[in-house]
């Protein structure tokens, strides 16, 4: 068993909140007898439960019980004199409601308390949200480094044209694996109902590449095993298949 995983799963803080089936917990119970790690990590857990109970604890208000004591016994006067047994039956149903009193009063706290716990649970579910996209990022920039460096992939400039003339883009291209990656420098950015749109100059004829977006990504396009020059035109969003020419905003021959 994976330890970290285990104990980061949440599944121990479930086991003190009460929120796991029979099976579940029996299961815990198992792994707590045999991992002395997990038998520490509960132990923390209801420590920091109670903490947040005590912390979160009030006492019941005196003007509450006694106007339910004032109600109970002026009943009771209306009826008969107190008997010794009507002494002992109405302390039996003034403590049972106090006793409620305080249960629902614990309750409520115990509520806040599972609140409080949750939302650690949510800056630690976010926590860890934030670092796998990072992680993630960390990948894709390693990624992208490796492409760049890699000496079998030509790397293709794009300069602006007349109609963006600070336009700047790159194709990385292997002639071997045919694989095309784009890196946009400078590309603005456009409406929603369009798209950018790389071409390939293949025997004088455009090839479409693929569309995408402004994007400081390293995107992967489509392949091609030749090409005279490669070009970015800007197209109605899911392109075109021939180049509109007059929006080409970037080129670059091989």
Do not use: C, H
């Amino acid at each position: 068993m994976n330890i970290r995983e285990y104990i980061s799963s949440g599944i121990l803080e479930s086991y003190a909140l009460g929120e796991l089936t029979q099976s579940e917990r029996l299961e815990v119970e198992r792994n707590l007898a045999q991992y002395p790690e997990l038998r520490a990590e509960l132990a923390a857990i209801e420590e920091t439960m109670e903490a947040f109970l005590m912390k979160a604890a009030r006492t019941p208000r005196a003007e509450v019980k006694e106007k339910i004591e004032q109600k109970i016994f002026a009943r009771e006067a209306k009826v008969v004199s107190m008997t010794p047994w009507r002494l002992v039956a109405a302390a039996s149903i003034i403590i049972a409601v106090t006793s409620s009193i305080l249960a629902y009063t614990y309750y409520n706290n115990w509520k806040q308390s599972e609140t409080s716990l949750n939302e650690l649970r949510a800056m630690n579910e976010q926590v860890a949200r934030d670092y796998n996209q990072v992680n993630q990022r960390l990948g894709d920039i390693e990624t992208q480094m490796q492409i760049i460096n890699n000496p079998a992939f030509e790397r293709v400039v794009m300069k602006g044209t007349a109609n963006a003339p600070e336009a700047l883009a790159s194709v990385y291209w292997n002639k071997t694996s045919q694989e095309v990656f784009l890196s946009v420098q400078n590309l603005k950015s456009l409406a929603k109902d369009q798209q950018y749109q790389l071409w390939a100059i293949v025997d004088g004829k455009p090839v479409d590449m693929g569309v995408f977006d402004a994007s400081t990504a390293l995107l992967k396009m489509k392949t091609t095993g030749k090409a005279a020059a490669f070009a970015v035109t800007i197209e109605p969003r899911g392109g075109k298949s021939s180049p509109s020419l007059e929006t080409m905003q970037v080129l670059g021959n091989t």
